[in-house]
C-alpha cells in the first residue's frame, strides 16, 4: 500500500459507509502498516495573543464579533512564552503550539513571534504555529526562523464554510496551505466536527485534505467546543461514532501522517478516546487549556496513558524525511516526561 494524493469522492464516500467494525478494522491496519503503534506524539498549545480578532469564525471564541465574556489578551512577551514552553517540555511534550487570534500577522507582530520561535526551538522541542493567513514572504521568514509546524485548518467543507466563515475564502485557506508548504515548512491542516455539518460536508473535507500535492503531515481532528455566546453555541451534539469514522477515514487515506484527536476531548470519556486510537489517531494535545477552552486535566491523560500503555511519541515519526515505517517499528522515545510507563509495554507489540 503506497501513500495516494488521487482518492476520487467515491472512494471516500466507500470508506464512510463500511459498517463501523470494518472501518476500525482497516483504519487499523492501515495504521500499523505505516505508524508505530501504541505510542502518540503529544504537544501543548499556548495562547500567544488571545480574543479580539475581526474574522468571523461562528465556531470561535475568541470573534471579536461575539460575546463570549472571553478576557482579551495582546501578544505576550517572550519570556512568558518561554517559561511556559519549558514547562511543556518538562510535563513530556514534544510539540509546542503558539496560536494567535490574527486575521494575518502585522510585521512588527511577526518580528515578535519569530524570536518565540527561535527560543521555544533552543529548548529542543519542535514548534508549529496559527497565526492566520500568511503570506509566500511571511512564510519563508518562519521557516528562516526555525519553524517546524504551521497550522491552518481548512475546518470544513468547502460548500459548508459559506455557512461557517464570510470574512476570508476557502481559496484564502488554501493559499496559506501553499505558501507555507512551498516555504517547506511541515503543514498541520485539518477540521472540526459537529458543526451542523452534513456527512458529505465530512466526506469533502477529507477528500480535499487527502487530495493537496502533499498531505498535511499532522492533520487535526476537532471536535466543536460549544462555547456560549459564538453562533455555534447550541448545535447538536455529534455521535460519538460518526467522530471516530472521521479519524479512522482520516487514518486510511492519508497513512503517514499524524492524525491528532485535538478539542473535544474534555467531552470524551477515556473508553472514546481508546477508540480513536484504535482508529488511527496518534497525536494529542496535552495541558489543562486548549487556546481558551479546557482539555482534560494532565494527571487523567498520564493515567489514561498508563491504562492503556500508550508512549508518548517521537517527534522524528511526523518528519516528512522519516524513514518509512513500514516494518511497524517504534521510533524512539523522546521526551516523555511524565509519560514514561511501566516496562513491558513493548511499543513494537
Ligand atoms: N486565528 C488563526 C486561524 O484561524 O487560523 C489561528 C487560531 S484558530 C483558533 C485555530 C483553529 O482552532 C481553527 O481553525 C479551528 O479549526 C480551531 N477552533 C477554534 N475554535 C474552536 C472550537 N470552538 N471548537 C473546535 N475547534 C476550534
Ligand atoms: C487545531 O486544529 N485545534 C487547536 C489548534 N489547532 C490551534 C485549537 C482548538 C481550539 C479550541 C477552542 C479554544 O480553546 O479556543
Ligand atoms: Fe480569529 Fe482564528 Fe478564531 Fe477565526 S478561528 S475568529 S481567525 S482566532
Given at each position: ?194 458543526m451542523g455539518e452534513n456527512p458529505q460536508d465530512r ?147
Amino acid at each position: 500500500m503506497s501513500v495516494r494524493n488521487d482518492w476520487t469522492l467515491a472512494e471516500v464516500e466507500e470508506l464512510f459507509d463500511l459498517p463501523f467494525m470494518d472501518l476500525v478494522f482497516k483504519a487499523h491496519q492501515v495504521h500499523r502498516l505505516f505508524q508505530a503503534p501504541n505510542t502518540v506524539q503529544i504537544s501543548t498549545l499556548l495562547s500567544i495573543k488571545t480574543g479580539a480578532c475581526p474574522e468571523d469564525c461562528a465556531y470561535c471564541p475568541q470573534s471579536v464579533r461575539f460575546d463570549t465574556g472571553l478576557e482579551v489578551s495582546e501578544l505576550l512577551e517572550l519570556e512568558e512564552v518561554a517559561v511556559r514552553a519549558r514547562a511543556a517540555r518538562d510535563a513530556g511534550a514534544t510539540r509546542f503550539c503558539m496560536g494567535a487570534a490574527y486575521r494575518s500577522p502585522k510585521p512588527k507582530d511577526l518580528r515578535k513571534v519569530v524570536a518565540m520561535i527561535r527560543a521555544v526551538k533552543d529548548l529542543g522541542l519542535e514548534t508549529c504555529a496559527t497565526l492566520g493567513m500568511v503570506t509566500p514572504d511571511q512564510a519563508l521568514e518562519l521557516k528562516a526562523a526555525g519553524l517546524d509546524f504551521y497550522n491552518h485548518n481548512l475546518d470544513t467543507s468547502s460548500r459548508y464554510y459559506e455557512k461557517i466563515i464570510s470574512t476570508r475564502t476557502y481559496q484564502d485557506r488554501l493559499d496559506t496551505l501553499q505558501a507555507v508548504r512551498d516555504a517547506g515548512i511541515n503543514v498541520c491542516c485539518g477540521g472540526i466536527v459537529g458543526m451542523g455539518e452534513n456527512p458529505q460536508d465530512r466526506v469533502e473535507l477529507l477528500h480535499t485534505l487527502a487530495t493537496l500535492p502533499e498531505h498535511p503531515q499532522s492533520v487535526p481532528i476537532n471536535q466543536l467546543v460549544r462555547v456560549a455566546g459564538t453562533p455555534l453555541a447550541n448545535a447538536a451534539a455529534l455521535d460519538p461514532f460518526d467522530f471516530v469514522r472521521m479519524i479512522a477515514v482520516a487514518r486510511i487515506l492519508m497513512p503517514a501522517s499524524h492524525v491528532r484527536l485535538s478539542a473535544g476531548r474534555a467531552e470524551m470519556n477515556d473508553e472514546l478516546q481508546a477508540l480513536c486510537f484504535m482508529a488511527g489517531a496518534n497525536s494529542i494535545f496535552y495541558g489543562e487549556k486548549l487556546l481558551t477552552t479546557g482539555n482534560p486535566d494532565t494527571q487523567h491523560d498520564q493515567d489514561l496513558f498508563r491504562r492503556l500503555k500508550i508512549r508518548a511519541g517521537s517527534p522524528r515519526a511526523e518528519s516528512p524525511h522519516a524513514e518509512s515505517r513500514s516494518d511497524g517499528a517504534a521510533p524512539t522515545a523522546r521526551g516523555a516526561g511524565s509519560f514514561s510507563h511501566a516496562p513491558g509495554a513493548s511499543v513494537a507489540s
